[in-house]
């Protein structure tokens, strides 16, 4: 049955979600292949506002854009290549190539590649019947993160807790930088009684936490106004 893009979206939440949840209880994200393979098969439907392919393991394909692309998705996070299976890759009009990413717990998609199947045919290695595609990514430029706005901060004894605009945490002691602001916030949450966990029952990453102590800092700080 076909899924609405709302529902696309919803599914790829609850997947992602999951991931996390599994990733809390320490499985490791390269033993969670078919769950990983459904988020990225839900990522392409979701940016192609397309459906997923009728059947499981279709050959070829996996998903079928709104323009009627067949495609073929491929989801990683720690392998350093895909394959395209060579004889069955005249089913395919166009590849995605994703990775999920893993930051504290906290599940990100990056898209890797996104072309058509004639420039795969045209540029990629074959190797052994199928098409190989590298995994790594080039070096990119990285802009410091001081140089994004401050959108919150508080202060709390000796530290101020800064949140920028990406999201970032970061933390100064007596005006010197925390090279890992985790263990301060964790210090931090203990004092003003912030919960460690969130409401999935994972711990919280450096982001959550630090957005919930610069919130109940302000909290506080109305009440004592």
Same mark, same amino acid.
């Given at each position: ?85 060579? /004889? *069955?890759?005249?089913? +395919?009009? !166009?590849? @995605?190539?994703?990775?999920?990413? &893993? %930051?504290?717990?906290?599940? =990100? ?69 925390? /090279? *890992?602001?985790?263990? +301060?916030? !964790?210090? @931090?949450?203990?004092?003003?009684? &912030? %919960?460690?966990?969130?409401? =999935? ?25």
């Amino acid at each position: 049955m076909p899924l609405s893009q709302v529902q696309i979206i919803q599914s790829l939440a609850e997947a992602l979600a999951w991931f996390e949840k599994e990733l809390g209880w320490g499985v490791a994200p390269a033993e969670l292949n078919h769950l990983t393979g459904r988020i990225g098969e839900l990522y392409a439907a979701m940016i192609t506002r397309g459906q997923m392919a009728l059947a499981t393991n279709q050959q070829g394909y996996d998903v079928v854009s709104a323009e009627n692309e067949r495609i073929s998705v491929k989801t990683v996070t720690t392998s350093s290549q895909v394959s395209f299976n060579v /004889a *069955t890759f005249d089913l +395919v009009d !166009r590849v @995605i190539v994703l990775r999920l990413n &893993v %930051d504290e717990g906290e599940a =990100s998609i990056e898209e890797l590649l996104d072309c058509s199947a004639e420039e795969v045919r045209r540029t990629f290695r074959c190797s052994a019947g199928k098409y190989v595609f590298p995994t790594a990514s080039p070096t990119r430029p990285r802009r410091e993160v001081e140089d994004l706005r401050v959108t919150a901060s508080a202060r709390h004894g000796a530290h101020v807790v800064q949140q920028y605009e990406n999201g970032t945490i970061l933390v100064e002691t007596s005006g010197t930088r925390e /090279a *890992t602001a985790k263990p +301060v916030l !964790r210090a @931090i949450a203990g004092e003003i009684g &912030v %919960d460690l966990v969130n409401g =999935s029952g994972n711990p919280k990453n450096t982001r959550q936490l630090g957005a919930d102590i610069i919130r109940i800092l302000h909290e506080q700080a109305d009440v004592q106004a």
